[in-house]
């Protein structure tokens, strides 16, 4: 199925659209006022060693301090590898290849017992870094809620076909390659071109490549990091070393493949731009490369702006009548699948079945599009057949086969369960293009006005009885919700008054909290 890539330009941020059949199924941007870091290098300096978690942070220049993990840390001499070279691991962008390990912020208390190191035979931390050592790194997660950005000094850098990796002595290719004539053909093509120490991950996008594409790719990534290690002498700690490419060809440079039908862009001097550099290094994709210049807007074209609206929502309505519910919690995300209005015919089996397999794809685009990372339990409705539950299962195994993160799912439970994770580099979308609820202050509720009311009862109950008193009145100032609600409920204040012996004058004003109450008592 072929895909289309929608770039929508403007003074103040850059989007980029994926198209899939029609439907959006990627959506990322940048802004100018807010640009993500990943694939960034500093020269930074280790603020703190934590022993107890193996890990340091890393003043890299930025707010907060960069988390290091050790199995992050290459050592000369070293023979283990990082994960993203482990098992010859899929390479589609830095992102894709860095190591996932516990992250937190600095000043926040480690968890315990501390994790113990993933790799035998690596030294700990507290021998290999030192307070106030300059270290080379590269980030690998941008700063996500209170936690600074994630980093590794595994450095990666990657071109159009290749990843390298300067500091380690393997080949690897991408499991996405699975043709093995190809994958030997491809190790070897790139075996007999290196000339010096340094390791490379193929991409899935260099099937089929040819010598001199390799050689190319080779000689630019070779140039490009000796100029690295010359600024990185140069400069002072902390300090930035290089930025990694802008979205617009980041989006070239791992997603422009020969799945991809067009390319199109609706600004023309980010069109000449892109056009001479496709023209330049990838002249077979020249003439996917497109300007939009119709009246209509690009966007609206393709109805992305109201799937984006649709992605922030709770509920995802299913073909058939079933739904989604979408939580999110400070550490994982849970999905729950509902049959709603679709009751099928007579078995009740396969209707929870088809439901399920519904959901199954779903789910797996709702991960793409949002972005969803850390923990994720999926809830599907419960099967008793053993073969329909392997059924859900496969199809969920192969639609997350097709993401670009990487994933691992456990097999359904007994009460239809899955456990998965999926790599987190970046906030999902929900992060990136909303913030928490000033109102509600991200509990999702407010108290009910009932609720409220009687609480205030409560607290008129409290006072001091007004026998004797000259001023025998009490003023309570609430929002005009509470306000109107106070009739329905009289006889329970005209109750409280007698208790109190005092009157109770309700007066009502809208720039109040509906929680908020106030009782002036004189």
């Not at 779903?362 to 073969?387: P, S, T, V, Y």
């Not at 009490?474 to 009157?503: G, N, S």
């Amino acid at each position: 199925m072929g895909s289309e890539i929608l770039i929508h330009v403007t003074e103040e941020e850059t989007k980029v659209a994926i198209i899939e059949g029609g439907r959006l199924v990627e959506y990322f941007f940048d802004r100018k006022q807010a640009q993500g870091i990943v694939g960034n290098i500093y020269k930074g300096k280790v603020s703190k060693v934590l022993p107890g978690m193996q890990a340091a942070f890393v003043d890299i220049g930025l707010e907060k301090a960069a988390f290091l993990y050790v199995d992050d840390i290459f050592v000369e001499g070293s023979e283990v590898l990082p994960d993203a070279l482990q098992d010859d691991a899929p390479a589609a962008s830095p992102e894709e290849e860095s190591v996932v390990a516990p992250a937190l912020s600095e000043g926040e208390s480690a968890p315990s017992p501390p994790p113990p190191p993933k790799k035998s035979g690596r030294r700990p931390i507290e021998e290999i870094l030192l307070d106030s050592q300059e270290v080379l790194l590269q980030t690998t997660k941008d700063p996500i809620s209170t936690k600074g950005p994630r980093a590794t000094t595994y450095i990666s850098l990657p071109g159009r076909y290749l990843v390298y990796m300067p500091q380690v002595n393997h080949i690897g290719v991408s499991r996405r390659i699975t043709n093995e004539g190809e994958r030997h053909r491809l190790k070897d093509l790139v075996s007999s071109l290196r000339t010096h120490k340094g390791g490379y991950i193929i991409r899935t996008v260099a099937e089929g490549m040819t010598e001199d594409e390799a050689r190319m790719d080779m000689v630019f990534l070779d140039l490009l990091w000796e100029d690295i290690k010359a600024k990185y002498e140069q400069a002072k700690a902390p300090a930035l070393v290089r930025v990694d490419l802008d979205v617009v060809f980041r989006t070239i440079r791992d997603y422009l493949t020969n799945d991809v039908d067009r390319l199109v862009i609706d600004n023309q001097k980010e069109y000449q731009r892109v056009l001479e550099f496709v023209k330049t290094y990838l002249p077979a994709y020249a003439s996917k490369i497109e300007l939009w210049n119709r009246k209509t807007s690009l966007f609206g074209e393709y109805n992305v702006d109201p799937q984006v609206a649709r992605a922030l929502e709770k509920k995802v309505w299913l073909k058939s009548g079933g739904y989604l519910v979408i939580d999110r919690a400070e550490a994982l995300t849970v999905i729950d699948v509902n049959t709603g209005r679709f009751v099928g015919e007579k078995d009740p089996e396969e209707t929870i079945l088809k439901t399920n397999l519904e959901a199954v794809e779903e789910i797996a685009h709702q991960l793409r599009l949002r972005n969803i990372g850390g923990i994720i339990i999926l809830d599907f409705i419960d099967m008793e057949k053993e073969k329909n539950r392997e059924r859900v299962f496969q199809g969920l195994q192969e639609l997350l086969s097709r993401d670009k993160a990487r994933t691992n799912a456990l097999r359904i439970s007994d009460l239809g369960l899955v456990e998965m994770s999926r790599k987190r580099v970046r906030e999902d979308l929900v992060h990136l293009l909303g913030e928490t609820c000033s109102y509600c202050d991200g509990k999702g509720y407010v108290k009910s006005v009932r609720t409220i009311i009687y609480e205030i009862f409560e607290d008129l109950r409290k006072l001091p009885s007004g026998r004797g008193g000259k001023d025998r009145r009490v003023i309570l100032y609430v929002h005009p919700d509470v306000e109107a609600e106070m009739a329905a409920e009289k006889p329970f204040l005209d109750a409280v008054q007698q208790i109190i012996r005092k009157k109770v004058i309700v007066k009502s004003d809208p720039l109040y909290h509906i929680e908020e109450f106030v009782i002036v008592s004189p």
